[in-house]
């Protein structure tokens, strides 16, 4: 993990040459980590939700709300909100 990280991380800031805008923001990190994992598992959410040591549920949550690229699923760049006890 921390080795796709830090490539991830060089890979930007050599695009980004000084424009420090141009690095990935820790939710564009989040959202690529997520999408890394789901390959790496052949698309298996369970095993991704373990990997990161979250429910199901919860990774279902971050994958229904912002698209990601190249998957149809989505991810969310927020943690995942309590259910409502209205």
Do not use: W
């Amino acid at each position: 993990m921390i080795k796709y990280l830090e490539v991830l991380i060089k890979d930007r800031r050599r695009a980004a040459g000084e424009d420090p805008e141009a690095l990935p923001t820790l939710d564009e990190l989040k959202a690529e980590y997520i999408e890394y994992l789901l390959d790496r598992t052949f698309q298996n959410k369970t095993e991704t939700a373990r990997i990161l040591k979250i429910s199901r549920t919860a990774l279902y949550y971050r994958l229904s709300v912002q698209p990601m690229g190249g998957h149809d699923s989505c991810v969310c760049l927020t943690s995942p909100r309590p259910p409502s006890s209205h």
